[in-house]
């Protein structure tokens, strides 16, 4: 739906002319003093006269136009952050309860996803930068009044392609912390560092997935490859999970790699991934060993090893001569 025909049906279904809607309009804009688009104040004006939008298209919304009390909500988009999880008493109950937040993006913006207790465990099937689409889902509004969504029994989080998903834009995201890994002391903080592949392991780089949920696949003790909720998969997926060491000479840290970034770092297809072809990632990590990589990203603390470690959500191959480039500028500052 275009902009003029979501006034249309706001027209339509309400007793006001059009000028009166496109008036309605203007004033939510002026009202929220630009932070919402010319769509989402006309979602705003229809959801005052009882008219949902959301759920009259059923189409994905860019994360600008997403606003309170919307319902049946489709929408694609990256994962920006995702945080601990929080445990609380509840009354009358034995069980604890469990909260958990992740922060989605687009290019235009990024909101707080809540999930409560099972729902965490959609967590542990998705990673940052992972890009995800979510249906039935519905939004409320928060303490700082802004749309916030939550997931009602029916929604659904699948992965989406790579492609129908636009990175976030550096002004939506947290701002990283430039330092070397001397400096790098605190957990679930965002940093970029610099340093060169010492080490990649590519004993175990895989895990399987289905590919129409994302879902992780294992095998159980019956030979058959199913989802955590025991669905079979006949033909699951690889996806990568490739850790490693990068030092800068100050100190060195372990980093993990998800999917696309494991992919930019051995430089390899996504077929090639998919399929899991171990021999062309031991080659290609044979490869990159000694190369310089810049990696951004959040830490977290790792028990096994007693330390912390990052999670690498974007990284770079930084050219020589961009880096001479930026010493010279540095120097003639």
Request: proline content about 2%; aromatic content about 4%; overall charge negative.
């Amino acid at each position: 739906m275009s902009i003029d025909q979501i006034i249309e049906k706001v027209v339509e279904e309400s007793e006001l002319e059009k000028d009166d809607v496109e008036e309605k309009v203007e004033e939510k804009m002026e009202e929220f003093s630009g932070l919402v688009s010319e769509e989402g104040a006309v979602h705003l004006v229809a959801k005052e006269h009882g008219i949902n939008i959301a759920e009259a298209e059923k189409q994905d919304l860019k994360i600008k136009n997403i606003v309170p009390e919307m319902r049946k909500l489709r929408l694609k988009g990256r994962v920006a952050q995702i945080s601990d999880i929080n445990t609380f008493e509840r009354d009358d109950e034995e069980e604890d309860g469990r909260v958990q937040n992740v922060t989605l993006g687009d290019d235009t913006g990024t909101l707080r996803m809540t999930l409560w207790d099972e729902q965490t465990q959609i967590t542990e099937q998705i990673n940052e930068d992972d890009a995800i689409e979510i249906s039935g889902a519905y939004t409320i509004e928060n303490d700082q009044g802004d749309a916030e969504i939550r997931l009602g029994d029916d929604a659904t989080v699948k992965m989406a392609e790579e492609d129908e998903v636009p990175e976030i834009s550096d002004e939506h995201l947290d701002t990283a912390t430039k330092a070397n890994i001397k400096e790098i002391r605190s957990e679930n903080a965002r940093y970029e560092t610099q340093g060169l592949i010492v080490t990649l392991y590519t004993s175990n780089p895989f895990y399987k997935v289905d590919p129409d949920t994302g879902d992780t696949v294992r095998e159980n003790d019956d030979g058959e490859l199913v989802t955590d909720e025991g669905e079979e998969v006949e033909n699951p997926e690889h996806r990568l999970a490739l850790s490693g060491v990068i030092d800068d000479g100050t100190d060195n840290i372990r980093v993990v790699f998800f999917g696309k970034q494991a992919r930019k770092i051995l430089n390899i297809e996504e077929e090639t991934e998919k399929e899991g072809d171990l021999n062309a990632v031991e080659k290609a990590a044979e490869e990159v060993l000694g190369k310089e990589i810049r990696v951004t990203g959040r830490t977290r603390y790792n028990d096994y090893f007693g330390r912390l470690e990052m999670m690498a959500n974007q990284v770079e191959m930084p050219e020589i001569e961009e880096e001479i480039k930026e010493i010279l500028e540095l120097m003639e500052a």
